[in-house]
């Protein structure tokens, strides 16, 4: 017994030390971690300090001009390989290390040079020469040059790449001759290979870009990531390495490998060609959880976050001038089955949008959203104000025109949407409204993400569900021909206008964005009347910070003009 | 996983040893219960705890009793952003008027913590009750007859056991999910898939531990039938300890439910859970600690209640720890 | 003691194969499929969604690609997720260290606080400490881990703004209380086994002989009926520690961890099935490797198991 007993209580004190010891491992194991990062960092500037207490001592010796370190925050995006980014997370970072032929203008919806000087058009707007720049260079020293292009659209085509953005390359969008061949085809099963036949690298600074079909916007279109420069040599060398790691040619580079679910550390890039980023470094700390990330500007562990729903309402008193409200290029809409009986009658989908309170559904619930007057966000390019007649709340009209269209059947109907993403509280108010305004038993049902794809796609829906539209780029054309196109994959309404799609086409085959108006504007007074989506907000985008950094400025797309932020002294 | 585990401090009851011969046998047994009722009786702990279950037992059967004096509506899906005059009537915090305050619909939240009790008793009961009966069956299966039937159930048990309980949850919910809206049917049986195990493994424990003792060995010389043994004998005294245990139970099953909802992936909206209140209210505690704070309360209380009693039971059927 | 060890190490492949069939197809017979959940609210294009489907096998019949998968685990590769292209390998190596991290602290304030209050229980048995404890491990108990996390987060993060609110930014600071939340719950246990068990020892026959023979009452308790009394305690910690190692979803998902269980829920919800298969399947050898050395010590320590 006693021998029992006395091994017993070895193994305890073993156990206990071992746990201590473990804790005190992983704790050293921290530490060295942010040594190395802020080790990095100093070797590349001078301001940088080595540890993170001896920050605000040292920056407040840093010139006015800028230098420094803050933080931001994003969710952990899926990718950063410019290529594949499909999330506002993933383009937050590939923006700031990829500067594609135009950049987004911050001020408006139109497009700025980046890689090309200038571009022109054949007549007919089918064929686009980008002149470049010869002084873009990849942070790994070699020039960006056409080839580079011709090489990463490509790539973005190729299905062995797997790219959710391909579509960006191909018909409805820039439609570069040649799409269909490479991505309709079988693959090869090495992503990059099979380069698009509408690409050509005239010299090593002249691109020029062949479509299938003449589009005006191309200007527009190629400032998405999908149509960034990549280095191929870089990428063959290790293409499993490629997204931890890219290498590109904007204001900010990366520090060191993507921490996953951790963080992004960018350093400024000092051979940009353009004008240099303020901050020496950005730290994209990666959350899981808004209110997480709230909580920690809050406390001043993290200078710029976003605000999670419920804080919404307080957050402009707490921060004061800390805080920014934008609009952005995003549309929430309740879609609706108009080839399906009764979603089919123009009246009942007029009816079921007059029920909608929108104004204190956007107040109380989704406070801050603008309750959406029209189909295109004001901040789009020819967006019509209030295209919507039916998106007040008049219940009265709303009675009227449920008992004319003939109702639901049984009075009942059930709204979809996908669960756990913030939508039960809205789309609980919306049903509650359509009960009590027109007398029907409408609930709601959430759906997991996947079952809720497989409704969307395979299942078909048979009553209200809730959709949202991100602009690709700011104009309206952006914000109509997809959704309601007869043609477009992404109209899952299945909306069918003749007219609307004669519109359509006569907006994109215009010789410039300003002739196509007229255009869009008809085309937004048609489904205005038609409702074929119940239209519910308008976007916006907001970000609280702490006293640690100034000029924090977002564009229309929502996303932080990060190389603009100036960290405080 | 382990922050919403299962395992539960649970000593068996050591039947005492003795000469008892098989008459004795049911005599003995009835004084064990006699026993631990006389002692149960004289602890207000016990009538503590039977009193808040009592209340919440009530509640979930008869919610209209608990309405009934209340000013505001009296149905729990009667909310409105606005009153008549166009006022918001979200999140107001409690009043007269609205005894609890009102949730982010306008909901009168009093009415809503009452109506939350259904979901809570009838899933902590209905699982315990399936954890209870697969459990009991496989246990005494496998106690009572040994050998291979023994090695196969406790292979299975095993599997259960490791199987990480919430993964393992919320992947078949996520199943049934795809059939069209989760139930609370569904929620039910599948927190009661996984909650048989514990009361399987202390079932077979003691059922061995019953099976040989004396009087067993006794009954089995004079030739009684296995049906009588395990009806006469081994059960009455191999089931205190799973009492006690699924009693405990009932309060973690409660908890666990509101977890499975908390995370997303149990009960939905509309339905009205405590846990779903409590999913909607966590990040409202600033401004409206209300919304938190009632649901929160009558969470802990009718677990509190459970466990209280699961203790005072244990404590009176095992003599050991008096 | 041999052929226990080989018996009881035997005993763990049915339970494995039987354990990794049900993740198999349970994560299988998830709705949708990780391709389309990939391609999100555009359908991806033919020619990608084919691409990937040949890419990750998911072309194959459930049994095969069973089979298949069971065999690369065999050789330590726990195959690559669909939505993030990463291998499990790689991820799990990440997230795990957080996870241990955790799990260590946790089971620290387990030993600390649960030993501590559990000894002083039942040395007062009956008195007011006792009841102190008793009431307050039940009151511990019956309070829901995300209630006690979300509550304390707000409390000591943001009101007091002591310790860090989230993330592990801070080191060791970030740790403690999420690790107290974890720990809260098995500390309560610890705390009432230690209690039950010290309490029934103090009765046993050598420990009053020892009062009995007039030893100091600290040397009694410390060197006699503690060592004995601690045997279910330490076995309750070891199981205990094999099960938090598998990461712990709630408490790693309220303070934005970076653990095993925090990308499990995820994975769960954006139905990336490579993780949720890969990082149950890994948690579940954890477990069971922690209860067969936990087995093992007891049946070396305790003779009487082996010949059960």
Same mark, same amino acid.
């Given at each position: 017994m006693q021998s029992t007993t006395r091994g017993w209580l070895r193994w305890f004190a073993i156990f206990a030390v071992l746990a201590l010891v473990l804790v005190a491992c992983g704790d050293g194991g921290a530490e060295e971690e942010t040594t190395t990062t802020t080790e990095a960092a100093a070797g590349e500037t001078t /301001?940088? /300090?080595?540890a993170a207490e001896e920050e605000t001592t040292t920056t407040t010796e840093a010139p006015a001009a800028g230098g420094g370190q803050f933080s931001t925050a994003i969710s952990? $995006? $899926?990718? =950063?390989d410019p290529n594949l980014v499909q999330d506002s997370e993933g383009f937050e970072v590939a923006r700031l290390m990829f500067d594609g032929l135009t950049l987004y203008d911050?001020?408006?919806g139109a497009v700025v040079p980046g890689v090309a000087e200038s571009w022109e058009s054949n007549d007919d707007k089918t064929v686009w020469t980008f002149n470049l720049r010869d002084d873009s260079f990849f942070t790994n020293g070699d020039p960006v040059t056409a080839e580079a292009f011709v090489y990463g659209i490509s790539r973005t085509a190729d299905?062995?790449?797997?790219?959710?953005?391909?579509y960006h390359v191909g018909p409805g969008y820039?439609? #570069?001759?040649?799409f269909e061949e490479v991505n309709g085809g079988e693959g090869t099963?090495?992503?990059?290979d099979e380069l698009l036949e509408?690409?050509?690298?005239?010299?090593?600074?002249t691109l020029e870009v062949t479509l299938a079909r003449s589009n005006a916007l191309l200007p527009k279109i190629v400032a998405?990531?999908?149509?960034s420069p990549i280095p191929q040599a870089v990428f063959e060398a290790d293409p499993a390495g490629w997204n931890e790691m890219p290498i590109g040619n904007g204001p900010y580079k990366m520090q060191g490998p993507w921490e996953h679910d951790v963080a992004i550390f960018l350093d400024r890039n000092?051979?940009?060609?353009g004008a240099a980023g303020v901050a020496d470094v950005i730290e994209f700390r990666i959350y899981a959880d808004l209110a997480t990330e709230y909580r920690d500007v809050q406390a001043g562990n993290l200078d710029v976050g976003r605000i999670p729903t419920e804080e919404l309402a307080n957050a402009p008193a707490e921060f004061g001038d800390r805080y920014l409200l934008i609009s952005s290029g995003s549309f929430g809409y309740i879609g609706l089955p108009n080839t399906v009986a009764p979603y089919d009658n123009v009246k009942l989908r007029q009816a079921l949008s007059l029920a909608i309170d929108r104004e204190a559904i956007t107040e109380r =619930?989704? =406070?801050g959203t603008s309750p959406a007057t029209?189909?295109? @966000? $004001? #901040?789009?390019?020819?967006a019509v104000m209030?295209?919507? @007649?039916?998106? /007040?709340?008049?219940p009265d009209l709303a009675v009227q025109l449920y008992e004319e269209s003939g109702g639901v059947p049984n009075d009942e109907l059930v709204m979809r949407f996908n669960a756990g993403s913030g939508h039960e509280d809205w789309v609980e108010a919306v049903t509650t409204g359509w009960s009590q305004v027109l007398g029907v038993t409408a609930t709601f049902e959430p759906l997991e993400w996947a079952a809720y794809l497989d409704f969307l796609f395979?299942?078909?829906?048979?009553g209200p569900y809730r959709l949202g539209w991100q602009w690709d780029?700011?104009?309206?054309y952006n914000f109509l021909a997809p959704l309601y196109?007869?043609?477009?994959?992404?109209?899952y309404s299945g909306y069918v206008n003749a007219d609307f799609d004669a519109l359509m086409e006569q907006a994109i085959t215009s010789l410039s964005e300003e002739e196509a108006l007229p255009f869009l504007a008809e085309a937004q007074a048609i489904i205005g009347e038609e409702i074929p989506v119940i239209p519910m907000t308008f976007g916006t985008e907001r970000r609280v910070w702490t006293?640690? #950094?100034?000029n924090v400025q977002l564009n229309n797309f929502g996303f932080?003009?990060?190389?603009?932020v100036v960290v405080n002294g | 996983m382990s922050d919403t585990q299962f395992q539960l401090e649970h000593s068996p009851p050591g039947v005492p040893d003795g000469e008892i011969g098989e008459e004795e046998v049911s005599e003995r047994t009835a004084s064990l219960w006699a026993d631990a009722w006389r002692q149960l009786r004289s602890k207000p702990i016990f009538w503590v705890s039977i009193s808040i279950i009592t209340v919440f037992t009530v509640m979930a059967i008869a919610p209209q009793i608990f309405v009934a004096?209340?000013?505001?509506?009296?149905?729990?899906?009667?909310?409105?952003?606005?009153d008549a005059e166009g006022e918001f009537q979200d999140r107001?915090?409690?009043?007269?008027?609205h005894w609890f305050g009102t949730d982010v619909q306008g909901c009168d939240y009093y009415v809503r913590v009452i109506y939350g009790a259904r979901v809570s008793m009838v899933v902590g009961v209905a699982v315990t009750a399936i954890g209870a009966l697969i459990g009991l069956v496989l246990g005494g299966i496998a106690g009572f007859w040994g050998g291979w039937t023994d090695n196969v159930i406790s292979r299975i048990t095993d599997v259960f056991f490791a199987f990480p309980f919430i993964v393992g949850a919320i992947l078949l919910l996520s199943v049934i999910q795809g059939e069209g809206g989760r139930t609370l049917g569904d929620v039910v049986l599948v927190i009661g898939l996984f909650s048989w195990p514990t009361i399987s493994r202390i079932f077979r424990g003691s059922v061995i531990q019953a099976r040989g003792q004396e009087y067993v060995e006794a009954a089995r010389a004079l030739g009684a039938s296995n049906r009588r043994i395990l009806v006469r004998h081994v059960l009455p005294n191999a089931i205190a300890p799973a009492i006690v245990y699924a009693t405990i139970t009932l309060g973690v099953i409660i908890s666990v439910e509101a977890t499975l909802s908390f995370l997303g992936v149990g009960l939905q909206l509309p339905a009205i859970s405590w846990g779903l209140m409590i999913n909607t209210a966590q990040t409202r505690i600033a401004q409206s600690p209300h919304l938190l704070f009632f649901p929160g309360a009558a969470l802990f209380l009718i677990i509190f209640a459970f466990i209280l009693l699961g203790d005072a039971v244990r404590d009176a059927l095992d003599p050991r720890t008096r | 003691m041999v052929r226990y060890t080989i018996r009881r190490i035997l005993l763990i492949i049915p339970t494995f194969i039987g354990a990794s069939a049900l993740i198999f197809f349970a994560g299988f017979a998830l709705p949708g499929d990780p391709v389309s959940a990939f391609g999100g609210e555009r359908a991806l294009p033919e020619a990608t969604r084919n691409a990937l489907i040949e890419r990750y096998r998911l072309d194959q019949p459930v049994f095969d690609q069973y089979l298949g998968y069971m065999g690369d685990v065999l050789t330590g590769d726990f195959g690559e997720s669909?939505?993030?292209?990463?291998?499990i390998n790689d991820i799990f190596a990440e997230t795990f260290p957080n996870t241990l991290r955790l799990a260590a602290l946790a089971v620290v304030f387990e030993l600390v606080i649960g030993l501590l209050a559990g000894i002083v229980a039942a040395l007062r048995k009956g008195k007011f400490l006792d009841s102190l404890v008793l009431v307050s491990t039940i009151i511990a108990i019956s309070i829901p881990v995300f209630v006690l996390g979300f509550s304390l987060q707000y409390i000591v *993060?943001?009101?007091?703004?002591?310790?860090?609110?989230? *993330?592990?930014?801070?080191g060791f600071r970030s740790l403690i209380l999420p690790a107290f939340v974890l720990g809260t719950l098995s500390l309560a246990y610890v705390a009432r086994l230690t209690r039950t068990s010290l309490a029934e020892t103090l009765r046993e026959d050598y420990v009053r002989t020892a009062q009995a023979k007039g030893l100091r009452h600290s040397r009694v308790i410390g060197r006699h009926a503690l060592r004995n009394a601690l045997i279910p305690v330490i076995t309750f910690i070891g199981i205990d520690l094999g099960a938090l190692m598998g990461g712990a979803i709630v408490t790693e998902t309220i303070f934005n961890i970076n653990g095993v269980g925090f990308n499990l829920f995820r994975a769960i919800g954006t139905r990336d099935n490579a993780i949720v298969v890969g990082f149950t399947l890994i948690a579940v050898m954890i477990y069971l490797t922690m209860s067969l050395i936990v087995d093992l010590l007891y049946a070396a320590l305790d003779p009487r198991i082996r010949y059960e």
């Amino acid at each position: 017994m006693q021998s029992t007993t006395r091994g017993w209580l070895r193994w305890f004190a073993i156990f206990a030390v071992l746990a201590l010891v473990l804790v005190a491992c992983g704790d050293g194991g921290a530490e060295e971690e942010t040594t190395t990062t802020t080790e990095a960092a100093a070797g590349e500037t001078t /301001t940088t /300090t080595a540890a993170a207490e001896e920050e605000t001592t040292t920056t407040t010796e840093a010139p006015a001009a800028g230098g420094g370190q803050f933080s931001t925050a994003i969710s952990e $995006p $899926p990718f =950063i390989d410019p290529n594949l980014v499909q999330d506002s997370e993933g383009f937050e970072v590939a923006r700031l290390m990829f500067d594609g032929l135009t950049l987004y203008d911050p001020a408006g919806g139109a497009v700025v040079p980046g890689v090309a000087e200038s571009w022109e058009s054949n007549d007919d707007k089918t064929v686009w020469t980008f002149n470049l720049r010869d002084d873009s260079f990849f942070t790994n020293g070699d020039p960006v040059t056409a080839e580079a292009f011709v090489y990463g659209i490509s790539r973005t085509a190729d299905p062995d790449t797997g790219s959710r953005v391909s579509y960006h390359v191909g018909p409805g969008y820039a439609d #570069v001759l040649g799409f269909e061949e490479v991505n309709g085809g079988e693959g090869t099963g090495v992503s990059g290979d099979e380069l698009l036949e509408g690409l050509k690298a005239v010299d090593d600074y002249t691109l020029e870009v062949t479509l299938a079909r003449s589009n005006a916007l191309l200007p527009k279109i190629v400032a998405h990531p999908a149509f960034s420069p990549i280095p191929q040599a870089v990428f063959e060398a290790d293409p499993a390495g490629w997204n931890e790691m890219p290498i590109g040619n904007g204001p900010y580079k990366m520090q060191g490998p993507w921490e996953h679910d951790v963080a992004i550390f960018l350093d400024r890039n000092e051979d940009y060609y353009g004008a240099a980023g303020v901050a020496d470094v950005i730290e994209f700390r990666i959350y899981a959880d808004l209110a997480t990330e709230y909580r920690d500007v809050q406390a001043g562990n993290l200078d710029v976050g976003r605000i999670p729903t419920e804080e919404l309402a307080n957050a402009p008193a707490e921060f004061g001038d800390r805080y920014l409200l934008i609009s952005s290029g995003s549309f929430g809409y309740i879609g609706l089955p108009n080839t399906v009986a009764p979603y089919d009658n123009v009246k009942l989908r007029q009816a079921l949008s007059l029920a909608i309170d929108r104004e204190a559904i956007t107040e109380r =619930i989704l =406070i801050g959203t603008s309750p959406a007057t029209g189909f295109v @966000p $004001p #901040v789009a390019t020819g967006a019509v104000m209030d295209a919507c @007649p039916y998106c /007040t709340y008049d219940p009265d009209l709303a009675v009227q025109l449920y008992e004319e269209s003939g109702g639901v059947p049984n009075d009942e109907l059930v709204m979809r949407f996908n669960a756990g993403s913030g939508h039960e509280d809205w789309v609980e108010a919306v049903t509650t409204g359509w009960s009590q305004v027109l007398g029907v038993t409408a609930t709601f049902e959430p759906l997991e993400w996947a079952a809720y794809l497989d409704f969307l796609f395979e299942v078909g829906p048979d009553g209200p569900y809730r959709l949202g539209w991100q602009w690709d780029y700011p104009s309206a054309y952006n914000f109509l021909a997809p959704l309601y196109e007869s043609t477009s994959g992404d109209n899952y309404s299945g909306y069918v206008n003749a007219d609307f799609d004669a519109l359509m086409e006569q907006a994109i085959t215009s010789l410039s964005e300003e002739e196509a108006l007229p255009f869009l504007a008809e085309a937004q007074a048609i489904i205005g009347e038609e409702i074929p989506v119940i239209p519910m907000t308008f976007g916006t985008e907001r970000r609280v910070w702490t006293e640690n #950094v100034s000029n924090v400025q977002l564009n229309n797309f929502g996303f932080g003009l990060w190389e603009n932020v100036v960290v405080n002294g | 996983m382990s922050d919403t585990q299962f395992q539960l401090e649970h000593s068996p009851p050591g039947v005492p040893d003795g000469e008892i011969g098989e008459e004795e046998v049911s005599e003995r047994t009835a004084s064990l219960w006699a026993d631990a009722w006389r002692q149960l009786r004289s602890k207000p702990i016990f009538w503590v705890s039977i009193s808040i279950i009592t209340v919440f037992t009530v509640m979930a059967i008869a919610p209209q009793i608990f309405v009934a004096p209340s000013p505001a509506t009296h149905d729990p899906f009667d909310c409105s952003l606005r009153d008549a005059e166009g006022e918001f009537q979200d999140r107001l915090p409690p009043s007269s008027e609205h005894w609890f305050g009102t949730d982010v619909q306008g909901c009168d939240y009093y009415v809503r913590v009452i109506y939350g009790a259904r979901v809570s008793m009838v899933v902590g009961v209905a699982v315990t009750a399936i954890g209870a009966l697969i459990g009991l069956v496989l246990g005494g299966i496998a106690g009572f007859w040994g050998g291979w039937t023994d090695n196969v159930i406790s292979r299975i048990t095993d599997v259960f056991f490791a199987f990480p309980f919430i993964v393992g949850a919320i992947l078949l919910l996520s199943v049934i999910q795809g059939e069209g809206g989760r139930t609370l049917g569904d929620v039910v049986l599948v927190i009661g898939l996984f909650s048989w195990p514990t009361i399987s493994r202390i079932f077979r424990g003691s059922v061995i531990q019953a099976r040989g003792q004396e009087y067993v060995e006794a009954a089995r010389a004079l030739g009684a039938s296995n049906r009588r043994i395990l009806v006469r004998h081994v059960l009455p005294n191999a089931i205190a300890p799973a009492i006690v245990y699924a009693t405990i139970t009932l309060g973690v099953i409660i908890s666990v439910e509101a977890t499975l909802s908390f995370l997303g992936v149990g009960l939905q909206l509309p339905a009205i859970s405590w846990g779903l209140m409590i999913n909607t209210a966590q990040t409202r505690i600033a401004q409206s600690p209300h919304l938190l704070f009632f649901p929160g309360a009558a969470l802990f209380l009718i677990i509190f209640a459970f466990i209280l009693l699961g203790d005072a039971v244990r404590d009176a059927l095992d003599p050991r720890t008096r | 003691m041999v052929r226990y060890t080989i018996r009881r190490i035997l005993l763990i492949i049915p339970t494995f194969i039987g354990a990794s069939a049900l993740i198999f197809f349970a994560g299988f017979a998830l709705p949708g499929d990780p391709v389309s959940a990939f391609g999100g609210e555009r359908a991806l294009p033919e020619a990608t969604r084919n691409a990937l489907i040949e890419r990750y096998r998911l072309d194959q019949p459930v049994f095969d690609q069973y089979l298949g998968y069971m065999g690369d685990v065999l050789t330590g590769d726990f195959g690559e997720s669909v939505l993030r292209r990463r291998s499990i390998n790689d991820i799990f190596a990440e997230t795990f260290p957080n996870t241990l991290r955790l799990a260590a602290l946790a089971v620290v304030f387990e030993l600390v606080i649960g030993l501590l209050a559990g000894i002083v229980a039942a040395l007062r048995k009956g008195k007011f400490l006792d009841s102190l404890v008793l009431v307050s491990t039940i009151i511990a108990i019956s309070i829901p881990v995300f209630v006690l996390g979300f509550s304390l987060q707000y409390i000591v *993060g943001v009101q007091w703004q002591i310790l860090p609110v989230a *993330g592990l930014q801070e080191g060791f600071r970030s740790l403690i209380l999420p690790a107290f939340v974890l720990g809260t719950l098995s500390l309560a246990y610890v705390a009432r086994l230690t209690r039950t068990s010290l309490a029934e020892t103090l009765r046993e026959d050598y420990v009053r002989t020892a009062q009995a023979k007039g030893l100091r009452h600290s040397r009694v308790i410390g060197r006699h009926a503690l060592r004995n009394a601690l045997i279910p305690v330490i076995t309750f910690i070891g199981i205990d520690l094999g099960a938090l190692m598998g990461g712990a979803i709630v408490t790693e998902t309220i303070f934005n961890i970076n653990g095993v269980g925090f990308n499990l829920f995820r994975a769960i919800g954006t139905r990336d099935n490579a993780i949720v298969v890969g990082f149950t399947l890994i948690a579940v050898m954890i477990y069971l490797t922690m209860s067969l050395i936990v087995d093992l010590l007891y049946a070396a320590l305790d003779p009487r198991i082996r010949y059960e």
